[in-house]
């Protein structure tokens, strides 16, 4: 029988090396040029875990818009009134019955869902005690981009208001329902502002938050050429060194811009404004607060430029 190494001189069987006078075996080729490199897949960036949709191809969808909470019956009621396609749950109390049957019908006719809930409910869910017996879950109104607002802006008077610094909810509300009440066009927002809409805005604008938009603006410097561009005065406030604004002349196209009560306007709009104007008073206090003294501001503004 032959045998199996007459067959091919670099027959090795089960155990052998190379045989022998064939010398010792060559180097591999990264033995002979150092150290031993990683393979392409050891040095691939790990797969991440499971769970984890960072980088996944799903991230490219548009993220759903967030549900946020508000409360207050006028609040509630203007918010249902004005966009009603918005709302997605209602929680209320038992005595709110009677005052929100139009608002139980829609739901119960659009199947969603509402609760008669307890006041301790309420206050959990809207972290506050001024709930007013009634809280909506609703999708947020979008924030405007200034641009696209200016594109069909109001033509000759028109008012807007630039909240720089001034970060209180609660100062958003009464802003809000001020400037609604005196016929302000749009309220705009810096784009590091923390303000938004929210749950504790909406309460204190009584309403309000319906019916004047917010404007998230994008560079400072841009946001005043566009402004100018439209026919635009800004007018700042200032503590002291400006202007009576009861003996001044408030441009009938107008940028109201109110800063923070502790730091003031930026200095880069106090410099771009055509106008700085204070509001008097008998010195007793230093200044009013920011909500006081827009509505004192945006009444003046009408005063001069209410149309005959």
Same mark, same amino acid.
């Given at each position: 029988?032959?045998?199996?190494?007459?067959?091919?001189?670099?027959?090795?069987?089960?155990?052998?090396?190379?045989?022998?006078?064939?010398?010792?075996?060559?180097?591999?080729?990264?033995?002979?040029?150092?150290?031993?490199?990683?393979?392409?897949?050891?040095?691939?960036?790990?797969?991440?875990?499971?769970?984890?949709?960072?980088?996944?191809?799903?991230?490219?969808?548009?993220?759903?818009?967030?549900?946020?909470?508000?409360?207050?019956?006028?609040?509630?009621?203007?918010?249902?009134?004005?966009?009603?396609?918005?709302?997605?749950?209602?929680?209320?109390?038992?005595?709110?019955?009677?005052?929100?049957?139009?608002?139980?019908?829609?739901?119960?006719?659009?199947?969603?869902?509402?609760?008669?809930?307890?006041?301790?409910?309420?206050?959990?869910?809207?972290?506050?005690?001024?709930?007013?017996?009634?809280?909506?879950?609703?999708?947020?109104?979008?924030?405007?981009?200034?641009?696209?607002?200016?594109?069909?802006?109001?033509?000759?008077?028109?008012?807007?208001?630039?909240?720089?610094?001034?970060?209180?909810?609660?100062? $958003?509300?009464?802003?809000?329902? /001020?400037?609604? !009440?005196? &016929? @302000? %066009? #749009?309220? $705009?927002?810096?784009?590091?502002? /923390?303000?938004? !809409?929210? &749950? @504790? %805005? #909406?309460?204190?604008?009584?309403?309000?938050?319906?019916?004047?938009?917010?404007?998230?603006?994008?560079?400072?410097?841009?946001?005043?050429?566009?402004?100018?561009?439209?026919?635009?005065?800004?007018?700042?406030?200032?503590?002291?060194?400006?202007?009576?604004?009861?003996?001044?002349?408030?441009?009938?196209?107008?940028?109201?811009?109110?800063?923070?009560?502790?730091?003031?306007?930026?200095?880069?709009?106090?410099?771009?404004?055509?106008?700085?104007?204070?509001?008097?008073?008998?010195?007793?206090?230093?200044?009013?607060?920011?909500?006081?003294?827009?509505?004192?501001?945006?009444?003046?503004?009408?005063?001069?430029?209410?149309?005959?």
């Amino acid at each position: 029988m032959t045998d199996p190494k007459d067959k091919h001189p670099l027959y090795r069987g089960p155990g052998q090396g190379r045989e022998e006078g064939r010398g010792p075996r060559p180097p591999r080729r990264d033995d002979r040029q150092g150290p031993r490199m990683p393979h392409r897949a050891e040095r691939a960036a790990p797969r991440p875990p499971y769970g984890d949709v960072e980088g996944r191809q799903d991230d490219l969808r548009p993220a759903k818009p967030k549900e946020f909470r508000i409360y207050g019956l006028n609040a509630c009621l203007s918010a249902f009134r004005v966009r009603p396609e918005s709302v997605r749950k209602l929680w209320l109390l038992e005595s709110r019955i009677p005052k929100l049957q139009e608002l139980l019908a829609f739901c119960v006719k659009h199947r969603i869902g509402y609760n008669v809930v307890e006041n301790e409910d309420l206050e959990k869910l809207t972290a506050s005690a001024h709930h007013e017996g009634v809280c909506l879950a609703m999708l947020p109104q979008p924030e405007l981009n200034l641009s696209n607002w200016l594109m069909t802006a109001p033509t000759g008077r028109c008012l807007l208001l630039w909240l720089d610094g001034v970060g209180n909810p609660h100062n $958003l509300g009464a802003i809000m329902r /001020s400037a609604a !009440h005196f &016929g @302000a %066009a #749009a309220i $705009l927002l810096p784009k590091t502002s /923390s303000l938004s !809409h929210s &749950g @504790a %805005a #909406a309460r204190v604008a009584e309403g309000a938050a319906e019916h004047v938009p917010l404007i998230r603006l994008g560079r400072t410097d841009n946001a005043i050429a566009q402004l100018a561009s439209a026919g635009f005065t800004l007018v700042s406030t200032v503590v002291r060194g400006g202007s009576d604004v009861f003996r001044s002349e408030l441009p009938a196209r107008c940028v109201m811009v109110m800063g923070a009560e502790q730091t003031g306007v930026d200095s880069d709009l106090l410099a771009a404004s055509g106008l700085r104007v204070e509001v008097p008073g008998t010195g007793q206090v230093e200044s009013l607060n920011v909500s006081a003294a827009a509505a004192v501001l945006l009444a003046e503004w009408r005063r001069q430029n209410s149309k005959a």
